[in-house]
């Protein structure tokens, strides 16, 4: 039997997804070989990477200005990248997290960084609001804190230039204002495809303010002038992320997911707040719809907890080690049913 997979990333894609892509392993369109042995220069893979980057503007309903790029490095190489290719004078940054810190750390290595807003006071379990973002180049924030379960619910208010790491929230609802974006920068493991590709939205006329010379490969208008194919791009994952977005649009898009990701995350929310046992870990308003964070009151419950949630099946709950407690991540491709046996198990937990 299938396990309700509840891990945080890599995670959960759709069943059709993964059948598709391990057919294509053994014989991809019928050309009788693998796709994993075929020129990313062919026919047919230059068509998959077409195909996968115009489905991201087709399904976020992108402003024809913006670029797609499928490149490698995760997300990681985005906090880097990003302010490589934006950071002129100074960029501010709202700290939500372990990922803020990160992209604050290598922002920094770049140029002058102001930290304008944070929530690490308590420990990361809100959303700063009415952020002064002052004069810089761009505001930088992420969407969506994976770790810790908070969550923008929209954009902050900024005159600024955004850049967002939308790594962890990325399809799952549709982006509001997106022409406020300069950049947003997305590893695929977490709602687009396995590890391996890192989806980058970028706004060209944005670019080329600062006057560094910048490494080609980190460079994104040269990627953006080699049509994402400056070098070999990897592949296989942009092929998986190319069905995801298929599934996606055929399952009414990113309006649909967003329903169907609400009426998941008010299921467990209801939950964590009906039993007496469990509680949250953050701020209401600023849940996440993507990582719900959660505790036992009783620590003794905890192995009793996690037992009777592998026993149900479920995969993947156990909280970020920096954290501690308990995490549900419900991506797109995680069915209701699943949070349902959680729910299930939650609410059996004192019998
Ligand atoms: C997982 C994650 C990252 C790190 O991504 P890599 O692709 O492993 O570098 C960065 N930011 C957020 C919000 C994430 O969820």
Known sequence: ???????????????EVFKKASEAVLNFNNSNLSILEMSHRSKDIVAVMENARSLVKEVLNLPSKYEVLFLQGGASL????SALNFLEKKGAYINTGTWSTKAIKEAKKVGDVNVVASSED??????PKNIEAGDAD?????????IYGTQFKSEPNTSLPLICDMSSDIFSKPINNIEKYALIYAGAQKNLGPAGTTLYIVDPEKLGMTKRDIPSMLNL??????????????????YVSMLTLEWLKENGGVEKAKQR???KAELLYNEIDRNNLFYGFVNKEDRSHMNATFGLHNADLKQIFLDKCEAAGINGIKGHRSVGGFRASMYNALPLESVQVLVDVMKNLDN
Do not use: E, W
């Not at 039997?1 to 069943?15: E, T, V, Y």
């Open 122 to 127: 308590k420990k990361f379990t809100y959303i």
């Open 78 to 81: 985005g906090f880097y990248m």
């Open 261 to 263: 990701n609400t009426a």
């Open 138 to 146: 761009f505001l930088h924030f992420t969407s969506n804190n994976t």
């Open 221 to 238: 208008q040269v990627h953006i002038s080699k049509d994402s194919m400056f070098n070999t791009p990897p592949v296989y994952p942009i």
């Open 1 to 15: 039997m299938r396990k309700h997979n509840f891990s945080a990333g890599p995670c959960i894609l759709p069943q």
